[in-house]
């Protein structure tokens, strides 16, 4: 365990393993945003539960100011944590909240995604995964308030837990944007050149929007990692069998300049997403100015609001349909769609995700 000036005593103290440039997905970027725009009195816990061997540098942790970071087998120094509230970020975490731990506290539950396999089986949400059910109930059980990223999502766990609804709340993750974002004019040139950027995983919907591109006349550039090698090979191998080699193209993960120099290579950015609990991904493309064509599953039916490029990723032939209408739109009208993600984005700053925590964490110390 390190510290990086953290102080003895916080009002609000958030419990993550991801931060700074320690990132794995969209919880991430949000644990950031809230960094950025932390009050004095907030600290974050930094609690690595792989590897307690793993080496960081310090300077990956942003400002270096107000972190504690950590290995789970530590976890027991923290019974004497001095602090009102204790966010709990992930349900991994479940094991650390020991009686002597929570007493006196108040424990909020960041809810980025109800843990199920998409989509989820009728007779066990859960699909057979007893201990991480177990642990997403304790987590909704001992907490004060939970707290969901979509209207989408606190309606699924409302549906598999009826008794935790009063207490949740719904705060929509944010972002820091430009206020002048540059629209993506590319689209005049050929409408063919379109893009996935994220995590490599079935719920992402990348292999069907593979197989949508078999009769689709246009180019798909993928950047993702290979977290999840059995799927990429799955990819790969389709690739290779329907000889699209030539329209399907692995760009590896894409960070910083090659992130940016991807998104500007293209006419439009896919989210074939099977799901999301709200899908950061969106606002990223949105940042870019690029028209989207996109999933609406989840919490991306709530930031694309009133936008046209939307699919159902379950009904076969509806993302081929939706890219079909794309490339024969108008300018003009692709302008209209793009002026409508341009207003939706101004509902998802960090500063008002911010705000609403805060205003939050307020209201639950003083009932």
């Not at 999840?228 to 080699?245: G, L, R």
């Not at 290579?265 to 709200?278: C, G, K, N, R, W």
Request: proline letters at 4%; aromatic letters at 12%; hydrophobic letters at 35%.
């Amino acid at each position: 365990m390190f510290n990086l000036n953290f102080k003895k005593n916080y009002k609000v103290v958030h419990v993550n393993n991801e931060l700074g440039n320690y990132l794995i997905g969209g919880a991430g970027t949000y644990m950031n945003e809230i960094y950025k725009y932390r009050p004095d009195d907030m600290g974050f816990i930094y609690m690595n539960l792989c590897n307690p061997f793993e080496d960081y540098e310090v300077k990956g942790f942003l400002e270096q100011k107000d972190i504690l970071v950590m290995h789970k087998d530590e976890c027991s120094k923290l019974n004497s944590l001095a602090c009102e509230i204790l966010v709990v970020q992930f349900y991994e975490f479940a094991f650390m909240l020991t009686e002597e731990l929570v007493k006196g506290k108040k424990i909020a539950y960041v809810v980025h995604s109800v843990p199920t396999p998409e989509p989820p089986p009728a007779h066990d949400p859960f699909g057979g995964n007893d201990d991480i059910r177990d642990k997403f109930y304790k987590l909704c059980e001992m907490s004060n308030i939970v707290i969901c990223v979509s209207n989408a999502e606190k309606e699924k766990l409302a549906k598999i837990y009826p008794q935790f609804e009063s207490k949740v709340k719904v705060v929509h993750n944010g972002i820091t944007y430009d206020k002048n974002i540059v629209l993506s004019d590319n689209y005049k040139n050929s409408r063919k050149i379109f893009g996935y950027i994220g995590r490599a995983d079935y719920r992402k919907g990348i292999l069907e929007c593979i197989r949508e591109f078999k009769n689709v006349d246009g180019e798909l550039r993928i950047a993702c990692p290979k977290n999840d090698e059995s799927y990429v090979k799955m990819i790969i191998d389709y690739i290779e069998a329907a000889d699209m080699q030539d329209r399907v193209k692995l760009y590896g993960w894409c960070v910083g300049k090659r992130k940016e120099q991807f998104l500007k290579s293209l006419d439009a950015l896919i989210i074939p997403s099977l799901y999301e609990p709200f899908g950061y991904v969106a606002l990223e493309g949105i940042q870019y100015g690029l028209p989207v064509i996109s999933s609406k599953n989840g919490g991306l039916d709530e930031i694309f609001e009133g936008y046209k490029y939307k699919y159902n990723p379950y009904k076969k032939s509806e993302l081929k349909d939706m890219i079909e209408q794309f490339q024969n739109d108008s300018d003009a009208e692709i302008h209209k769609q793009q002026q409508i993600l341009l207003k939706n984005i101004e509902r998802f700053s960090a500063e008002e995700m911010c705000r609403k925590y805060n205003k939050i964490w307020d209201e639950l110390l003083n009932n």
